[in-house]
T-cell receptor, first 110, second 110 residues
Framework: DVKVTQSSRYLVKRTGEKVFLECVQD?????MFWYRQDPGLGLRLIYF???????EKGDIPEGYSVSREKKERFSLILESASTNQTSMYLC?????????FGQGTRLTVV | AQRVTQPEKLLSVFKGAPVELKCNYS??????LFWYVQYSRQRLQLLLR??SRESIKGFTADLNKGETSFHLKKPFAQEEDSAMYYC????????????FGSGTRLSIRP
């Protein structure tokens, strides 16, 4: 059973803070993704990674960065959190084409 | 540009009625198409993919390359079908990103 685990279910952070969202998968998948999920907008891709230390920007990378130092772990970093980054963040890994999702992190920036 | 369009934000039908959730896409090349589903308080999960040509939980979807559509259908809706449905596409390269539509909330009335 594939497991994608996000480190937090709920986070509340202050404007300007640096925020780290962690995601770990246990199935040796090559590809990992970070999306944000907003009502009416669906899932929008922030970044994805197709190998260790390899990353590509998605549709909305501004204000975010990522890190993939190990195959199983993909981190999303909000360099300076802003209120418009309040959202549900979903991590996924895929092999070869089906995506497996984490439970999501609901981030509130105040 | 890669894009997935789901024109309906909400679809409400009576139990036993037919269901069709619309999905149109734009992609230069031949993508893989998927439908994902998110039930209340559960993770997003794969429902079906076009290459499998299978029926899952009574749902089918046919890829129409001429109309660039991948509509999801079920002849007789059940109450447990109430959920959020997302259409998605992925390029055939293993390093391709997965793009999602804005989602359709399906509500089945008793």
């Amino acid at each position: 059973d594939v497991k994608v685990t996000q480190s937090s279910r709920y986070l509340v952070k202050r404007t300007g803070e640096k925020v780290f969202l962690e995601c770990v998968q246990d199935m040796d998948h090559e590809n990992m993704f970070w999306y944000r999920q907003d009502p009416g907008l669906g899932l929008r891709l922030i970044y994805f990674s197709y190998d260790v230390k390899m990353k590509e920007k998605g549709d909305i990378p501004e204000g975010y960065s990522v890190s993939r130092e190990k195959k199983e772990r993909f981190s999303l970093i909000l360099e300076s959190a802003s209120t418009n980054q309040t959202s549900m963040y979903l991590c996924a890994s895929s092999h070869p084409t089906e995506a497996f999702f984490g439970q999501g992190t609901r981030l509130t920036v105040v | 540009a890669q894009r997935v369009t789901q024109p309906e934000k909400l679809l409400s039908v009576f139990k036993g009625a037919p269901v069709e959730l619309k999905c149109n896409y734009s992609y230069s090349g031949s993508p893989e198409l998927f439908w994902y589903v998110q039930y209340s308080r559960q993770r997003l999960q794969l429902l079906l993919r076009h290459i499998s040509r299978e029926s899952i939980k009574g749902f089918t979807a046919d890829l129409n390359k001429g109309e660039t559509s991948f509509h999801l259908k079920k002849p007789f809706a059940q109450e447990e079908d109430s959920a959020m449905y997302y259409c998605a596409l992925k390029g055939y390269s293993s390093a391709s990103k997965i793009i999602f539509g804005s989602g359709t909330r399906l509500s089945i009335r008793p």
